[in-house]
């Protein structure tokens, strides 16, 4: 689910924000549980992110392969939307390669510095 690149961008983009641009971090070090359950908000955040900003592109390639299923395969309507949905939502290799990739890096990139940001 988290790889070690993803990781290492969060922890960078967090120290931009924190030394480069002065924020504070979203984390509240008083206390273990307080930092745990900061911790945890701010990982549910990210995946939220992720989810939202990978949602559209999913469904785009769910419904091609939808299409494509249904007029190659010669499937019905149920199992065409099935194998359209393994390929488009199921899938995550290709959120590895690029341009797929790029999209992925940035949102995160973004969504480390949105809650970084006060407000």
Do not use: Q
């Not at 983009?13 to 504070?24: E, P, T, V």
């Not at 955040?45 to 190659?72: E, G, N, S």
């Not at 990739?101 to 973004?110: F, I, N, S």
């Amino acid at each position: 689910m988290i790889d070690l690149h993803t990781l290492i961008i969060v922890i960078l983009m967090l120290s931009f924000a924190n030394i480069g641009l002065g924020y504070s971090l979203p984390f509240d070090p008083s206390s273990v549980i307080k930092l745990a359950a900061d911790i945890a908000v701010f990982a549910s955040y990210l995946y939220l992110l992720r989810t939202l900003v990978r949602l559209p592109i999913a469904a785009v390639i769910t419904m091609r392969r939808t299409w494509y299923a249904r007029k190659h395969y010669k499937l019905n309507t149920i199992e065409s939307l099935r194998d359209g949905y393994v390929r488009g939502f199921l899938d995550t290799r290709r959120w590895t390669v690029e341009p797929l990739a790029l999209v992925d890096r940035l949102a995160v990139c973004g969504g480390t510095l949105l809650a970084a940001t006060p407000g």
